[in-house]
């Protein structure tokens, strides 16, 4: 659209319909509900037809977003996709219902508006009568989303004030999918599904007169084929809350969590301490409450213990890699297309996508590498950690291995010398002659002289054992990925990553204190060689900081 000429026409009283433009329409609706789906058809098909039947416009297939909030326009991907498609020239106006069906927040409005105008594009608003295209566009759309946006706040704060009233007057919210029970339409009361309540409570006969572990009754579960409320497979994380809710002995609980604000949609877990806990006689217990507490009590000292085993503490970079762009972590993924090799991905790229977040992907295999050269480079002395796990030789298999030979050849002696008593007694009583006697007698010492020596021979190896073997062995140990990993966590404070002009770069700080900054270029090659998959190199920009 030539902006210029289409407001000269406009001024000149000629209307938007007879302008000769390639027209599109964006529709969107916040729910899944029937009646809502009714609306989405209709505006489809409305905006459609209305484009269809002006000779002027030239028809472009429209954008659908559907059952999707719109104060959050990242997970609108027809919504992104239509913002892209805009700058690249494909149409030169947009229809849609309204400013609240467009963008409930004001500043977007007015950011997207802009946006689009620079790239040729007006927007139609049928509903509120606003063409971006007209000069006075932008005043009339502040009001009207400014307005659109408030009735939101207010909206979000009555169902607040509602969800609060409830819970004040014990009423249960929810809770349709609460294994074990089944919500009352009309009285809005809980009832006992008899199948559910048995497994409910076999899972804390499990947990606390068994002592199984959650990850053992997981198991269990599913390799009974039990099914969850939402029908999918038993995880830890359910197990857990299962045991954690006060319902299953009869108890209501409410305010466990909050909106902190309509607009992010962030939810804010509330400390237990705050929670509305009291006995209900609405809700017919499944556990004793004894059992409920022995449970709960053995959960948080579980809880307690493996405190270091979480999610920070799980893998060797877990909680070390930062997204420069967004300051969030990344975190660990193993992708179906890739297998073979463990990759780090930014948070916000996994939540919202590429639109949101292009920063790099990055590969352990690599980043393994890149540690292994700055181990060598940083100049760690392994000969100082060789002469201190010298001391710890004994452990070795080598050892060991002479241990069991020597008490091995001792008990054959043993036997030997039960065999020399027999002889003698049988040479007393006459049984055996003397010449059968010395015979034999000389055969014994012969043997158990031969064994002496090889258990003099082991002795020698094992006190005299070639200290450049054993170091050999403990130097195969250092390099062993444990103690590489071991190295490489003691010496990582954090990293920080960003992409530029397809380049990696890589900030990493360390707790060791080096004078010399080490600046270095990696290249990697990624992809495998296979049928219609072609090979690309990867190029890190590593800089390292104390």
């Known amino acids: 659209m030539d902006l210029y000429k289409v407001r000269k026409e406009l001024s000149m009283g000629v209307s938007l319909s007879n302008i000769k433009l390639r027209v599109t329409d964006y529709v969107r609706v916040s729910t899944n509900h029937l009646e809502q789906q009714k609306s989405l058809q209709n505006q489809i098909e409305h905006f459609e037809e209305m484009i269809k039947n002006n000779s002027n416009w030239t028809y472009i297939s429209g954008y659908v977003d559907n059952g999707i909030s719109g104060t959050s326009d990242i997970k609108r991907d027809n919504f992104m996709k239509m913002i892209e498609d805009a700058k690249k020239g494909r149409f030169d106006l947009i229809i849609t219902k309204e400013i609240s069906r467009f963008s409930r927040n004001t500043l977007d409005s007015i950011k997207y508006t802009r946006e689009l105008l620079t790239y040729g594009v007006a927007v139609l608003f049928i509903n509120d009568n606003i063409n971006t295209a007209l000069p006075d566009a932008e005043l009339r759309l502040t009001i009207m989303a400014s307005m659109a946006q408030d009735e939101i706040r207010r909206l979000s704060e009555r169902v607040k004030f509602g969800m609060n009233r409830a819970i004040l007057r014990g009423e249960i919210l929810g809770n349709d999918l609460l294994y074990g029970y089944k919500k009352d339409k009309e009285t809005k009361k809980l009832k006992i599904v008899k199948e559910e309540a048995e497994v409910v409570r076999r899972i804390f006969e499990y947990y606390v007169v068994d002592k199984l572990s959650l990850g053992e009754i997981v198991r269990r579960l599913n390799k009974d084929n039990i099914i969850t409320s939402q029908g999918k497979k038993w995880s830890v994380t359910t197990i857990s ?84 762009c967004h300051k969030t972590l990344f975190y660990r993924r193993i992708f179906r297309h890739n297998n073979k090799d463990v990759t780090w991905v930014c948070s916000m790229y996994l939540k919202y996508g590429k639109e949101y977040c292009d920063s790099a992907n990055i590969r352990e295999s690599e980043l393994n590498y890149i540690f292994k050269d700055l181990i060598i480079n940083l100049g760690i002395d392994t000969d100082k950690i060789v002469n201190i796990l010298m001391g710890y030789y004994k452990d070795l298999d080598i050892n060991n291995s002479n241990k069991i030979k020597i008490n091995r050849i001792k008990k054959e002696i043993e036997k030997i010398y039960i065999k020399k008593d027999k002889l003698l007694d049988l040479s007393i009583k006459g049984i055996l002659s003397d010449r059968e006697f010395e015979k034999r007698n000389i055969l014994y010492n012969e043997q158990i002289e031969n064994l002496e020596k090889n258990i003099n021979s082991l002795k020698i190896d094992k ?64 992809g495998f060689d296979t049928k219609g998959t072609k090979r690309y190199l990867i190029n890190y920009q590593v800089r390292y900081f104390v």
């Open 463 to 526: 006190d005299n054992s070639d200290n450049n073997k054993i170091k050999e062995i403990i130097r195969d140990k250092i390099n062993s990925v444990k103690i590489q990993e071991k190295i490489i966590d003691l010496l990582l404070n954090y990293m920080e990553v960003i992409k530029r002009d397809n380049k990696i770069y890589l900030d990493i700080y360390l707790k060791y204190r080096e004078d010399k900054q080490i600046n270095k270029t990696y290249e990697f090659k990624r």
């Open 241 to 324: 809350r299962m045991i954690e809710n006060p319902k299953y002995k009869g108890f209501y609980c409410g305010k466990k969590s909050e909106v902190e604000d309509y607009m992010t949609k962030r939810i804010k877990k509330i400390d237990k301490d705050e929670w509305i806990v009291y006995e209900d006689k609405k809700i017919p217990p499944i556990i004793d409450s004894k059992i409920w507490e022995l449970a709960n009590q053995r959960l948080i000292k579980r809880k307690k213990s493996n405190i270091k085993n979480n999610y920070q503490d799980r893998y060797l970079y877990s909680g070390k890699i930062f997204c420069k």
